[in-house]
């Protein structure tokens, strides 16, 4: 079972930023936060992840909670190529298997 | 640098028949994965290649299901016999060697099998 609890679906405005929230209470030390999007018809994309600092690259902006219990993805100005499903999921240090859950579907209005 | 890709993009086959699906992982990338999604389904983890060894085939579903990677390049899934459950999309990825947990994985565009 996913180890992660994310909203089924959200939906954003196209130039505004996005905030994805993921839930992730039994999450160990040595868990790393991953996030990952699916767009149509293609494999899932690496965005970014973290393991207890917050983390930004060209793609997105992950802010993990002091507890480590939630993360949030933030895309700061959300585009109609955007519009995927967002998974998060955690991996422990010494295995290497995703697990995957349901992810949030992001719908980015023009 | 080239990502992963994989071949066919879809294949349509009978019950029964085999199939093979092939994937090649991004040079140099020790780690190969195996994923699935079936219908309505998430995304599944079948196993994990370091170069030519399994490391986990936990998630394989049974034995109509065979994962080669001879000589730790590229990797192939047979299905024989295939049977309608099957039907999904498989998924190949690699990834870096060394710490695995920190270094992402990278997706090729599936295969898309259909068993009728």
């Known amino acids: 079972d996913a180890k992660t609890t994310q909203p089924n679906s959200m939906e954003s405005n196209e130039e505004e930023p996005v905030h994805l929230p993921c839930n992730h209470s039994?999450?160990?030390?040595?868990?790393?936060i991953h996030w990952y999007r699916q767009l149509p018809s293609q494999g899932p994309e690496y965005v970014i992840h973290?393991?207890?600092s917050n983390v930004n690259n060209r793609m997105a902006s992950l802010a993990i909670a002091e507890d480590r219990k939630s993360s949030t993805l933030i895309l700061h100005r959300a585009t109609l190529r955007d519009a995927a499903v967002y998974y998060c999921i955690l991996v422990t240090s010494g295995t290497y298997k995703y697990i995957f859950g349901t992810g949030t579907r992001l719908k980015v209005l023009a | 640098e080239a990502g992963v890709t994989q071949f066919p993009s879809h294949s349509v086959i009978e019950k029964g028949q085999t199939v093979t699906l092939r994937c090649d992982p991004i040079?140099?990338?020790?780690?190969l994965y195996w994923y699935r999604r079936v219908m309505g389904k998430e995304i599944k983890f079948l196993l994990h290649?370091?170069?030519?060894?399994?490391?986990?085939e936990s998630g394989m579903p049974n034995n109509r299901f065979l994962a080669e990677r001879t000589g730790g390049t590229y990797s192939t899934l047979k299905v024989q016999p295939a049977e309608l459950e099957d039907s999904g999309v498989y998924f190949c990825?690699?990834?870096?060697?060394?710490?695995?947990?920190?270094?992402?994985?990278?997706f090729g565009p599936g295969t898309r099998l259909t068993v009728t």
């Open positions: 039994t999450i160990s030390g040595t868990d790393y």
């Open positions: 290649f370091v170069k030519e060894s399994k490391q986990d």
């Open positions: 973290g393991l207890t």
């Open positions: 040079s140099g990338h020790d780690n």
């Open positions: 990825a690699s990834s870096r060697p060394r710490s695995v947990a920190s270094y992402e994985q990278y």
